[in-house]
T-cell receptor, first 113, second 112 residues
Framework: GAGVSQSPSNKVTEKGKDVELRCDPI?????LYWYRQSLGQGLEFLIY????????KSGLPSDRFSAERTGGSVSTLTIQRTQQEDSAVYLC???????????FGSGTQLSVL | SQQGEEDPQALSIQEGENATMNCSYK?????LQWYRQNSGRGLVHLIL?????REKHSGRLRVTLDTSKKSSSLLITASRAADTASYFC????????????FGQGTRLTINP
């Protein structure tokens, strides 16, 4: 596609449920990032995929968070047993070459009730 | 903690005035980038400056980088209402994890 696509754009879930957030990066982009942004705050780094290298998971806040990137393309961020503090906008971005200009998706607004 | 810290946190000016935002960072960088966020969702890349560069221009934007002071500034000249947004700097470290880390941002409001 023409840009980074994220789905769903909005997700409302109940506390304790699992959620999956999807990111389709720009074709050919080898680097893919997930960030989290709470209302009025900056971007919190979550995880970074670069080509076939092991992902940098240093930003994942707990073991309830996991992410995978299949075939070097689509990525899924999974949050298990969601908590109210997980409510935020989850942003995905991709780039090529790595760490140059990032292209962002429109994000997924997650609300945990 | 965040690598980049923007200053001020919020800035309100009149249309037509210039807006200056600053970014300070802690460790040596490969490059520094500025992004704009209009609606609390996706960010848009504005400009990238490398560690061996001191100044770059793009339209009404001017970015400077002082590696000795570990700081950068973003100047928007002749501001317009459409420039109202949050502006973030992001850095890539020379050593260690090669990932892009963002600051907390400056909220810029242009008053008509």
């Amino acid at each position: 596609g023409a840009g980074v696509s994220q789905s769903p754009s909005n997700k409302v879930t109940e506390k304790g449920k699992d959620v999956e957030l999807r990111c389709d990066p720009i074709s050919g982009h080898t680097a893919l990032y997930w960030y989290r942004q709470s209302l009025g705050q900056g971007l919190e780094f979550l995880i970074y995929f670069q080509g076939n290298s092991a992902p940098d998971k240093s930003g994942l806040p707990s073991d309830r968070f996991s992410a995978e990137r299949t075939g070097g393309s689509v990525s899924t961020l999974t949050i298990q047993r969601t908590q109210q503090e997980d409510s935020a906008v989850y942003l995905c971005a991709s780039s090529f070459p790595q760490n140059e200009k990032l292209f962002f998706g429109s994000g997924t607004q997650l609300s945990v009730l | 903690s965040q690598q980049g810290e923007e200053d001020p946190q919020a800035l309100s000016i009149q249309e037509g005035e210039n807006a200056t935002m600053n970014c300070s960072y802690k460790t040596s960088i490969n490059n520094l980038q500025w992004y704009r966020q209009n609606s609390g969702r996706g960010l848009v890349h504005l400009i990238l400056i490398r560690s061996n560069e001191r100044e770059k221009h793009s339209g009404r934007l001017r970015v400077t980088l002082d590696t000795s002071k570990k700081s950068s500034s973003l100047l928007i000249t002749a501001s317009r209402a459409a420039d109202t947004a949050s502006y973030f700097c992001a850095t890539v470290l020379i050593q260690g994890a090669q990932k892009l880390v963002f600051g907390q941002g400056t909220r810029l409001t242009i008053n008509p």
